[in-house]
């Protein structure tokens, strides 16, 4: 961890704002020790989740998602519902109230 706060720590001179991008979710790399969420507490950084589509599969991956981040003290912003349908049952017309109502 201190060569990844190293790393943020240079990249970050001379700059207002640095996006550090993670990989999956946030338990992603425990089998050896080091998880996302390890990483954005070391970079002392908060979080914003890229959630599924839809209205159940959305709020159920931000609740577990934000939920393992909150558990390590990692501030969690909000959340972007990613690969959002254009048309049909699951599209943001349709399910952005839904969304929006949980959110409140």
């Known amino acids: ?3 990844i706060q190293d790393k943020i720590a240079s990249m970050s001179e001379g700059r207002r704002v640095l996006i550090i991008d993670g990989v999956g979710f946030p338990s992603v790399g425990s089998i050896v020790g080091v998880d996302n969420a390890d990483v954005a507490k070391a970079a002392k ?3 914003l989740l890229v959630c599924k589509s839809g209205v159940g599969s959305a709020i159920d991956s931000f609740s577990l998602n934000s939920s393992y981040f ?3 003290a990692v501030p969690v912003l ?3 519902f990613n690969l959002g349908e254009t048309e049909g049952f699951y599209s943001w017309e349709k399910c952005q109230e ?3 109502a ?3």
């Open 1 to 3: 961890l201190q060569k």
């Open 45 to 47: 950084a908060p979080v």
């Open 70 to 72: 909150l558990a390590k």
């Open 78 to 80: 909000g959340a972007i």
């Open 98 to 100: 839904s969304i929006g």
């Open 102 to 104: 949980w959110f409140v």
